[in-house]
Nanobody
């Protein structure tokens, strides 16, 4: 599975952003899809997860209510919508596909929140 993220960029505080992850090489409908982020000097952290069927999601408390993951298995894409961005959301955002012990990562897309 090859994953390519897009949609990152410079956003003002309070703004919104949509990230997209396009997959190729394999259909995503059997994969658990997740978004992670890694800020400078910090460990990579999970920010959103969706089951393969799309019927279950998980968000850590730190982003709950502001982040929304969605998937379109027909288009083989996963998206992350982020609202009310703040400086602490500045990070490289990564898409992950997981099936059992098989894990695939995209190259990441930079999100910078600044005025």
């Amino acid at each position: 599975v090859q994953l390519v993220e897009s949609g990152g960029g410079l956003v003002q505080p309070g703004g919104s952003l949509s990230l997209s992850c396009a997959a190729s090489g394999s259909p995503l409908n059997t994969y658990v899809m997740s978004w992670y982020r890694q800020a400078p000097g910090k460990a990579r952290e999970l920010v959103a997860m969706m089951s393969s069927a799309g019927d279950s999601t998980y968000y850590p408390d730190s982003v709950k209510g502001r982040f929304a993951i969605s998937r379109d298995n027909a288009k083989n894409t996963v998206s992350l919508r982020i609202h009310s961005l703040n400086a602490e959301d500045t990070a490289v955002y990564y898409c992950q596909a997981r099936f059992g012990t098989d894990v695939y990562w995209g190259q990441g897309t930079q999100v910078t929140v600044s005025s």
